[in-house]
């Protein structure tokens, strides 16, 4: 993966230092966001990430001769807007064009599940995508994410199909 500006991206806190974190975006360098990428943050109110966090971001600067720096909110109106710390779920990786193409309404899967299911996806365009359909329900989680795995190469009939079927069994 080769991050762009503007991109939205999820990656795991690899480090924490004085001034911010090491991002794993799955790319040949560690992104860098800053301690007051984040909504509302200031000197005395900064987040606290562990390491091994999943963070929901934005590439905001992206250069081949430096580390990428990512940021956890809209800085054109400084509202989140679903961008900070994913918590709960499961993280899968697939192919960065399934995950281009899940950002668009071509790929037939999450209107599918959704017709069955409540729950929430963060896409990265760096090949990671996060899915939870609650605290209470992590099987229907596990469903959630292997149907989005296996759904890459099915066309609309076979994915409403798949998700008939998995369905059933819970």
């Not at 359909?133 to 989005?148: E, F, M, R």
């Not at 009939?157 to 798949?162: A, D, L, S, T, W």
Request: with cysteine; hydrophobic share 40%.
């Amino acid at each position: 993966y080769v991050p762009a500006t503007g991109e939205p991206v999820i990656g795991i806190v690899a480090a924490k230092h004085a001034e911010g974190y090491r991002i794993d975006l799955g790319s040949a360098h560690q992104a860098v966001l800053p301690l007051l990428a984040f909504e509302g943050a200031t000197k005395r109110n900064k987040p606290n990430l562990a390491v091994g966090a999943v963070v929901y971001a934005r590439v905001s600067l992206a250069n081949k001769d430096m580390e990428p720096e990512i940021e956890c909110f809209n800085s054109n109106t400084g509202k989140s807007e679903g961008f900070g710390e994913l918590e709960g779920g499961f993280t899968v990786r697939c192919s960065l064009a399934f995950c281009h193409r899940l950002l668009t309404s071509t790929t037939p899967i999450l209107a599918a599940l959704g017709e069955y299911i409540a729950f929430e996806v963060a896409v990265g365009l760096n090949g990671l995508v996060w899915v939870n359909a609650g605290k209470d329900s992590p099987q229907k989680t596990v469903l959630i994410a292997n149907a989005i795995r296996n759904s890459e190469h099915l066309n609309r009939n076979e994915c409403y199909q798949m998700v008939r079927e998995l369905v059933s069994r819970l």
